[in-house]
């Protein structure tokens, strides 16, 4: 539902899009990270890299925020290009990247008023900056002591906070809720909904279905420096065939009843239950049960639409599915 | 903005953060205060007597002034550690990353590494001084030579400030990188005329005591301080240590423009 009220209304994509990159490969040593990544990021989208890990989701996030170079392929940042414009680049994007980018030594609000400094901001917009993000990251009481004193969740606000104070239009997130406990995971969640509310373009990686379900407009799965699927996450979903109704019958007398009566299903008699495929809608249930009549007894029945897991299982599964993809 | 101001913006910007660091975690400023105080103790309490004796100054208030240039280089020398340690700090932690990702002036963090160096070991050396003084120290030298001294003392950490920052920036650990400034903090000030004069050492050594950095800037110090002539030693002094600056900015830059980790 969500994926598609915001295709109902997005802003014009811009024609460089916010993130632009066309075949892009990186290689260590002889081991391939990247074989060809292509991606195309309109502005204002939420766009999340899922992959396991060593897929190449990192060093993705590296060379468009140009940090590494890439051996080949072009990418583009707002229409600024990351090797030639590097700085261009950096002036609009802001980076919070799997381990925290804080100052140990500098409290949470000397770490603020150091980014503002070297974002060359006027000292007045610094402090109430700064101070307007404490607040916002829920850091007020914190401020003034060191990160070394921080918890997991409280280290990584204060680091998105950082790079908050640049108002960047794009902001890439590399795993931001790895080693999160379950609280953080979802204040960090409510952080990247209200950045998105804000207008600005997040590139988000992520190992985390949940997580990449939950927060994206589109999702590309990457797996061994490739992309194997992308689309929104309904419309990877849909991929995936085996969306089933199972139902348990008490004995085999309304198993073979049942099987009877529903020719398409499949029956698994250890069990004494029948899949029958579905897509679980209250119609086609309703017509299912009907065909089943009042006569066989069900005791149980439930509703399995395939989630994220199965499609990133599926697509990622082995080297023979990537393929063929 | 010019991009000159912005980059001396941005220098400024780093040194202020570095000499925070400093203020909030002594600990590394202390240390490279009491290193050079127990040598200085240890060789003019303990060993002094002995070596005083032999190298022809028989009072223990000669040999301190033999000695303490040695320690007020040594003490400069020992600065190399929290620079090289801090260089390493910010290279293993995200910070770099988030800089490298921001248009801030290259180079400014190690600007801000150099300076917060040459700032505390003016500091270090003036502490020491003191110390210096309380146990016999003596000199004699002229206002203009202790400028010349503060000059000097200034050039050569800032020499080896470079050093340790591409020490740091290249070391894979905290410990590794404070190991690797270990010769410059002991081995460099033994094989030089800090302690004992250079021709009272083997061939060998003396050959390389001759030849190596360290010799010159005692030897200028020293001869600032006892008011003597120095000829062109503070010139060779200067020499090396503007070598090795130079060789300190390349070695760091190509360790800085390395890829991430």
């Known amino acids: 539902m969500k994926a598609l009220t915001k295709q109902a209304s997005p802003p014009p994509p811009t024609p460089a899009g916010a993130i632009t990159a066309r075949g892009l490969r990186k290689a260590y040593g002889g081991k391939v990270v990247l074989d060809g990544v292509d991606l195309t990021i309109g502005e204002g989208e939420v766009f999340a890299l899922l992959g396991p890990n060593g897929a190449g989701k990192t060093t993705t996030v590296h060379i468009l925020s140009t940090l590494i170079p890439a051996d080949g392929g072009t990418a583009a940042i707002l229409g600024h290009d990351v090797r030639a414009q590097a700085d261009a680049v950096r002036a609009v994007i802001g980076v919070t990247g799997q381990f925290a980018a804080v100052d140990n030594l500098l409290t949470g609000e000397e770490n603020l008023l150091l980014m503002g400094r070297l974002l060359h901001l006027p000292m007045a917009e610094r402090r109430a900056r700064a101070a307007n993000l404490l607040e916002r990251f829920d850091l007020v009481e914190a401020a003034g002591q060191l990160p070394s004193t921080y918890s997991g969740g409280m280290t990584r606000r204060l680091d998105i906070a950082m790079t ?3 108002r960047p239009r794009l902001i890439f997130l590399d795993e931001p809720t790895t080693g999160l406990d379950p609280r953080s995971r979802h204040t960090m969640w409510d952080v990247i909904r209200d950045l998105s509310a804000d207008g600005v373009t997040i590139l988000l990686t992520t190992q985390y279905l949940e997580e990449a379900d939950q927060l994206a407009d589109r999702i590309a799965v990457l797996d061994h420096g490739r992309i194997v699927a992308e689309g929104t996450p309904e419309e990877l979903k849909q991929r995936i065939p085996g969306a089933h109704i199972r139902l348990q019958f008490a004995d085999a007398a309304a198993l073979n009843a049942a099987a009877l009566a529903l020719a398409e299903a499949s029956r698994d008699d250890g069990d004494l239950a029948l899949r029958i495929p579905n897509d679980g809608g209250i119609r ?8 089943l009549g009042d006569d066989v007894a069900v005791a149980d ?25 | 903005m010019s991009t000159l101001t912005v980059s001396a913006q941005d220098s400024a910007t780093m040194l202020e953060r570095e000499l925070k660091h400093t203020r909030r975690y002594p600990l590394l400023l202390v240390g490279s ?9 240890l060789f003019v309490y303990i060993l002094g007597g002995p070596i005083g004796h032999g190298l022809g100054h028989v009072a223990r208030g000669s040999y301190v002034n033999f000695l303490t240039p040695g320690i007020l280089m040594m003490t400069v020398a020992a600065g190399t550690s929290s620079t090289a340690i801090s260089a390493c700090l910010d290279m293993t932690g995200g910070i ?26 003016l500091v270090t050396t003036a502490v020491v001084t003191g110390v210096a003084l309380l146990v016999g120290f003596r000199p004699q030298a002229s206002v203009l030579g202790w400028l010349a001294v503060t000059g000097i003392l200034a050039a050569f950490s800032f020499a080896l400030a470079w050093l340790s920052v591409a020490i740091g920036l290249f070391a894979k650990t905290v410990a590794g990188a404070n190991s690797l400034t270990l010769p ?10 800090a302690f004992v004069p250079a021709d009272s050492m083997p061939a060998g050594v003396r050959w390389f005591s001759g030849h190596q950095p360290f010799t010159p ?6 001869g600032l301080l006892a008011g003597a002539p120095i000829g062109n030693t503070a010139y060779v002094a200067l020499a090396w240590c503007a070598a ?15 890829g991430t980790r």
């Not at chain 1, 086609?284 to 065909?291: D, K, N």
């Not at chain 2, 800037?217 to 020293?222: G, K, P, Q, T, Y």
């Open chain 1, 284 to 291: 086609s249930l309703r017509e299912v049960l009907a065909r």
């Open chain 1, 301 to 325: 029945l439930s509703i399995h639409t395939p989630d994220l897991e199965d499609v990133f299982f599926a697509l990622t599964g082995g080297p023979a599915q990537g393929e063929s993809q």
């Open chain 2, 184 to 193: 410059l903090q002991f081995l460099l000030p033994f094989l030089s005329s």
């Open chain 2, 244 to 258: 090795i600056a130079l060789a300190g900015y390349l070695w760091a830059r190509a360790g800085f423009r390395r």
């Open chain 2, 33 to 41: 205060i009491l290193v050079p105080v127990v040598f200085l103790l």
């Open chain 1, 164 to 166: 908050l104070m640049g």
């Open chain 2, 217 to 222: 800037v005692v030897d200028s110090l020293r």
């Open chain 2, 96 to 121: 770099i990353n988030r800089l490298r990702t921001m248009a801030v002036t290259r180079g400014a963090m190690q600007t801000g590494h150099v300076g917060a160096n040459v700032l505390r070991a």
